[in-house]
T-cell receptor
Framework: GENVEQHPSTLSVQEGDSAVIKCTYS??????FPWYKQELGKGPQLIID?????GEKKDQRIAVTLNKTAKHFSLHITETQPEDSAVYFC??????????FGKGTTLSVSS | GAVVSQHPSRVICKSGTSVKIECRSL??????MFWYRQFPKQSLMLMAT?????????EQGVEKDKFLINHASLTLSTLTVTSAHPEDSSFYIC???????????FGSGTRLTVV
């Protein structure tokens, strides 16, 4: 089955800096790669996703890149703000099956 | 957008009792829903896949007789934790796949505390 590795486990940045979180996956059949933000005591919220037919996707300050050959994908947050502080999870799957999550990255943005 | 409503948000129960958690897709039909468990400072671990009108598929190590899943309609899946013990205390989260949009929506989670 799918296995997703996520790094780093914690990330501290200054407000305005960029943050990058990286994930690798094991199943070459996976074709959907979402990123979720989870705040304490709440369910995960989708912030961006990418499918295997695309190499990069951007939504304002957030971007995701995908390298299918290397089986890794990354989340990029630019101009970080204190409200970006949360736990971020990457996930991977084939369409219609359950998402398999990475272990999460705790992002702290200090002002 | 697609909304998944999960209830209750918090529940405290005595050891040995059963607790039911509901997960509803409000504005779409979900033939498949997924149940996850999340321990503090850990990731979401898939427990089972719930299929409307058929038996759930459980992940290895998850006791199907302890975690009963019912998916009787296209908008409702329930997870019942039977004979709960303190080690079952966790954050339980459901998810549904909104096929037309292609995304996965998560409920707000249920914090279960067994005392």
């Amino acid at each position: 089955g799918e296995n997703v590795e996520q790094h780093p486990s914690t990330l501290s940045v200054q407000e305005g800096d960029s943050a990058v979180i990286k994930c690798t996956y094991s199943d070459s059949a996976s074709n959907y790669f979402p990123w979720y933000k989870q705040e304490l005591g709440k369910g995960p919220q989708l912030i961006i996703d990418i499918r295997s037919n695309v190499g990069e996707k951007k939504d304002q300050r957030i971007a995701v890149t995908l390298n299918k050959t290397a089986k890794h994908f990354s989340l990029h947050i630019t101009e970080t703000q204190p409200e970006d502080s949360a736990v971020y999870f990457c996930a991977a799957n084939q369409a219609g099956t359950a998402l398999i999550f990475g272990k999460g990255t705790t992002l702290s943005v200090s002002s | 957008g697609a909304v998944v409503s999960q209830h209750p948000s918090r529940v405290i129960c005595k050891s040995g009792t059963s607790v039911k958690i509901e997960c509803r897709s409000l504005d779409f039909q979900a033939t498949t829903m997924f149940w996850y468990r999340q321990f503090p400072k850990q990731s979401l671990m898939l427990m089972a896949t719930s299929n409307e009108g058929s038996k759930a598929t459980y992940e290895q190590g998850v006791e199907k007789d302890k975690f009963l899943i019912n998916h009787a309609s296209l908008t409702l899946s329930t997870l019942t934790v039977t004979s709960a013990h303190p080690e079952d205390s966790s954050f339980y989260i459901c998810s549904a796949n909104e096929e037309t949009l292609g995304g996965y929506t998560f409920g707000s989670g249920t914090r279960l505390t067994v005392v």
